[in-house]
């Protein structure tokens, strides 16, 4: 599977996370994150975080992309790339439980995280989750 993006599809991704982002629920943390995921059929999906007053219920933009991705109807959901947006000085990878959902559709994806300052992160889920747990040790 090709899992670089064209430049065009990143611009896409990257412009599209910064949306999502502006559409965060995050009265508590006042942390907004948008994120934009490229699926391998070449579609964009996006999902900002969503926090609750009972803040373990928060959920974060990269999975609210990915349910939002299969919530849609994606039955063979695969992740190409995630592309991560926070509006800050930092740039923010994936928390854990996003790497692992990440890993459920994605175990060869690309993951970009930008923000409004000039720094990025790039990487790949293989590097942020190594040694990973997913469908296959349930096969
Ligand atoms: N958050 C995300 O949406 N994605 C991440 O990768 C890190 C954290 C959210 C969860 C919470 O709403 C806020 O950022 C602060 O943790």
Redesign the pocket.
């Known amino acids: 599977m090709k899992t670089t993006p064209t430049a065009d599809q990143l611009n896409r991704l990257k412009a599209t996370a910064k949306a999502a982002a502006g559409r965060?629920y995050?009265p508590?943390?006042k942390?907004s994150?948008g994120?934009a995921i490229l699926t391998a059929s070449g579609k964009i999906y996006s999902g900002?975080?969503?926090?609750n007053a009972s803040y373990g219920l928060?959920?974060?933009?990269?999975r609210t992309a990915i349910f939002n991705a299969v919530a849609a109807g994606e039955k063979k959901l695969k992740l190409q790339c995630v592309v991560?947006y926070t509006p800050t000085d930092m740039p923010?990878?994936?928390?854990g439980a996003?790497r692992q959902v990440i890993n459920e559709f994605g175990p060869e994806a690309r993951i970009l995280s930008i923000c409004r300052g000039q720094g990025h992160i790039a990487s790949s889920t293989h590097e942020l989750l190594p040694d990973a747990f997913g469908p296959a040790n349930l096969a």
């Open positions: 965060a995050a508590y943390s942390f994150v994120a900002c975080n969503v926090e928060t959920n974060c933009a990269e991560v923010t990878a994936p928390c996003c």
